[in-house]
């Protein structure tokens, strides 16, 4: 029988629909923290096979085909402890002042994953066993942030606090209870800071009616309708605006990551519809806070290359020779979107955002 730890943080109907791993691997260490352990239990209640190694190395079955070890490896959660240096705080511009991660690698199937070329080996999920000592880490960077909090426009936020930077925490939450734990913590925090994140899933019913102060931004990651297709393994796009809606009217200050915006055949009206959609989600909520950041396709020759093993049959646009070579600040080469198309996007989506959501504040264009 499921204890109460290990009963899953969502209603049942809901939880049909949540992600199951196949399987779950808990580390020797991981196993010292009652989170670590009761993330265990819960998949365990939810089907996963739970397999607890006997040191903290996580090494997967050796699968010969590609395709093969890139199941495998999406089908498997870690449970693990955040080393110190996994736990030290980076600025993270545009969004926020600083990154924390609660968990990195990701379960669903986006064909434009963003964490394709940035996490290394198998895309495995990991998830971290020691949250008092990440959360326990925070407090000393009040105050200190260098990004939103030097911006004029965006220094009312407080200290900004970016949870989904390496992972979607929100897809998992109904297995770590991470998210319920760090909205708690920033709820209680009397200061000046804001915890964001942001996510492509739906399973907001575990934060709904937390005392989260109004220190938590939640924004969902949205794109036209004709290209949801490409979102594998993720909620549809009218349940993540309804969740969106949902915790609006719980209070929370909610936003729109528009990504990766593309310029397909018919992205204006495309971008319309989304626009509409999200209008509708939102349409009475009380002292609505909505924010929307708008970001485009890029790709590097490295994240082209981890999503062509991955996706091979998949018909996303990443033609080197319809985009601007651009080079990052590190040195490295990315490719984006010529410049004339990127003003006719920015123009028509900026226009779309300020007569479908005129109370909006747009906080970049990327
Ligand atoms: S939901 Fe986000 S992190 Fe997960 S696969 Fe899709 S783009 Fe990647």
């Not at 670590?36 to 209640?45: F, V």
């Not at 009312?156 to 939450?173: K, N, Q, R, V």
């Not at 934060?207 to 036209?224: E, P, Q, T, Y």
Request: charged share 20%; hydrophobic share 40%; aromatic share 8%.
């Amino acid at each position: 029988m499921a204890t109460a730890s290990s009963r899953p943080l969502q209603p049942v109907s809901t939880a049909a629909r949540l992600w199951t791993p196949r399987r779950v691997l808990i580390t020797r260490s991981a196993r010292g923290f009652v989170h670590g352990r009761a993330i265990a239990e819960r998949a365990a209640a939810l089907g996963s096979e739970v397999v607890e190694l006997a040191s903290d190395r996580i090494v997967l079955p050796k699968e010969e085909d590609p395709r093969a070890a890139y199941r495998t490896a999406k089908s498997t959660l870690a449970v693990v402890v955040a080393s110190p240096s996994k736990r030290r705080l980076q600025p993270i511009p545009p969004s926020a002042d600083w990154r924390f991660d609660l968990a990195e690698g990701c379960h669903a199937h986006c064909q434009y994953c963003y964490l394709a070329g940035s996490l290394g080996g198998p895309p495995i999920t990991r998830v971290y066993a020691n949250l008092d000592e990440i959360l326990d880490g925070l407090p000393a960077h009040l105050g200190r942030g260098a990004v939103t909090s030097a911006s004029a426009e965006r220094a009312h936020e407080g200290t900004t606090f970016e949870a989904s930077c390496y992972a979607d925490p929100l897809g998992i939450e109904h297995l770590t209870g991470s998210l319920r734990q760090a909205v708690r913590f920033f709820g209680r925090w009397e200061a000046p800071v804001q915890l964001r994140f942001t996510s492509k899933f739906a399973g907001v019913a575990p934060l709904i009616g937390l005392d989260h102060g109004r220190r938590v931004r939640v924004r969902m990651s949205v794109n036209a309708p004709a290209l949801i297709r490409y979102e594998g393994g993720t909620s549809p796009l009218g349940a993540r605006l309804d969740a969106l809606g949902q915790l609006a009217r719980d209070g929370y200050r909610v936003g729109l990551t528009v990504a990766p915006i593309q310029p397909f055949a018919d992205w204006r009206q495309g971008y319309a519809d989304l626009f509409a959609q999200a209008a509708r989600a939102l349409d009475e909520v009380p002292d609505l806070d909505l924010t929307v950041e708008l970001i485009t396709h890029r790709f590097t020759p490295g994240s082209k290359s981890v999503l062509q093993g991955w996706y091979p049959g998949s018909d996303l646009d990443l033609d080197e020779a319809a985009r601007s070579r651009k080079l990052t600040k590190f040195g490295s080469v990315k490719y984006v979107y010529p410049a004339d198309t990127m003003r006719a996007m920015r123009a028509a989506l900026t226009a779309l955002v300020s007569n479908n959501l005129p109370t909006a504040r747009i906080l970049y264009w990327t």
